[in-house]
């Protein structure tokens, strides 16, 4: 499936529509003719080809970030910044070389997904993997302890008794966690996930089953010991209860449960299984949203959100929305 770009499917402003060949080519492909296309735009105006380089100057830049810093908050600027960060982390992955194209993949990781991805893998010992979307994990097994290494995105893990009784851990750079014959969620929230917090990448942990043990990258010689039900977050140095607006591992169930979920939030969920931009203005990122959402099917929950809310849609693109107040 292709998706033109027209003269009438592009914003005005040259910025913003090489923006939107960036998502295109993330979205669809760098085809022959979506690159020829793209091509023939570049050099029908000075400015366009300017633009251009702009724009994929700085995904060269960001694709050798490990992880957005500064998380959402309601502030309408925080917010402006936000909505750039996004269009900016579609173009993180993306460089260009004269008119090929190329996508960067962390060549880090074992287990990776896209965007509107999930995956299940069973491990060598036995313990369930599953991947959101947007992930990478990295496996180190070895004769003494079962490391797995969350580079980015969220995971579900149900361990597996071993015989050789290694330790299972889990690392995600703010805290390493021991599984304690469990089953549980990990997930790294960074920048632009819709919840309140300090400008920096948090580690949440929610305990579905048995107990975690978890230990702050830079925080106290003590662990904190996490009970099935309970969800905490880390920056790397403090650990406390968050609030539940959520169910944690509804994803697993191809869902998002929201309990007065904060819009934003739930926007900033839905982004991650939709593809292009998908952006919420500060003023109604705070409204309260309960439900159940199709994670497999985006557009179906935007026009829920669209009927319940005092909300409007405004499309740049097919692909680049931004919810208003209306």
Request: net charge neutral; aromatic share 6%.
């Amino acid at each position: 499936m292709t998706f033109p770009m027209t003269a009438a499917t592009l914003p005005e402003d040259p910025v913003e529509q090489a923006i939107a060949w960036a998502v295109r080519l993330q979205m669809h492909g760098a085809s022959p003719d979506a690159l020829l296309s793209l091509q023939r735009w570049r050099e029908a105006d000075p400015g366009h080809e300017q633009a251009w380089q702009r724009i994929t100057s700085i995904g060269a830049q960001l694709s050798g970030l490990a992880a957005e810093a500064s998380r959402a908050t309601l502030d309408a600027s925080l917010a402006r910044r936000r909505q750039r960060r996004q269009a900016l982390k579609v173009l993180a992955g993306i460089g260009f070389a004269g008119t090929a194209a190329w996508f960067a993949i962390d060549t880090r990781a074992d287990y990776r997904t896209g965007t509107g991805q999930r995956l299940a893998v069973r491990l060598p010992d036995g313990s369930l993997l599953h991947l959101n979307a947007g992930t990478a994990v990295r496996l180190r097994f070895d004769g003494t302890q079962r490391l797995l290494s969350l580079l980015h995105g969220e995971i579900a893990i149900t361990t597996h008794a071993d015989p050789q009784r290694r330790p299972f851990l889990v690392d995600t750079g703010e805290a390493r966690m021991l599984a304690l014959g469990t089953r549980f969620t990990v997930r790294r929230l960074a920048g632009d996930d819709g919840t309140d917090g300090a400008d920096a990448t948090l580690t949440r942990l929610a305990v579905q089953e048995h107990a975690v043990q978890l230990q702050a990258a830079a925080g106290a010689a003590r662990p904190v010991l996490v009970q099935a039900g309970d969800s905490v977050l880390t920056d790397g140095v403090r650990v406390w209860r968050e609030p539940a607006h959520d169910d944690p591992a509804a994803w697993l169930d191809g869902v998002i449960a929201a309990r007065d979920m904060p819009l934003g939030q739930l926007v900033a969920e839905l982004a991650r299984h939709r593809h292009g931009l998908l952006l919420c203005d500060a003023d109604i990122a705070h409204l309260p949203v309960s439900g159940v959402f199709q994670l497999d099917d985006p557009e179906r929950a935007l026009r829920v959100l669209l009927h319940t809310q005092p909300i409007v849609a405004v499309y740049r693109t097919r692909f680049w929305v931004t919810l208003k107040k209306a």
